[in-house]
């Protein structure tokens, strides 16, 4: 999975997906839970070109960095939902 999370530049973000099981533990990138993406050190580019590449991942369950496991539904929901709220503040969601 490209790139990370919305936070510190010099930490690594790391997602694993399973394609036997479709498992993904998504780490920093997707969790079920309020979303801190307004700090000075956010990438919110790199957040949402991430965002739009996992998309697409046929996953029954995610298993975030924190709190609790939610299954496909939510994840696209997680999703389609913060990418509108950023459309007005990045060029990459604006073609």
Excluded: N
């Amino acid at each position: 999975v490209p790139k990370g999370g919305c936070g510190r530049p010099l930490e690594l973000y790391a997602s694993l997906f399973e394609k036997k099981t479709g498992i993904l533990l998504s780490g920093d990138i997707i969790y079920d839970g309020p979303l801190i993406d307004d700090v000075y050190h956010s990438l919110v580019d790199d957040y949402v070109a991430t965002l739009l590449s996992v998309r697409g991942l046929d996953v029954p369950v995610v298993h975030g960095g924190h709190f609790p496991s939610f299954g496909k539904v939510r994840y696209r929901q997680l999703i389609d939902e913060y990418l509108p709220q950023m459309a007005a503040r990045l060029p990459l969601l604006r073609q």
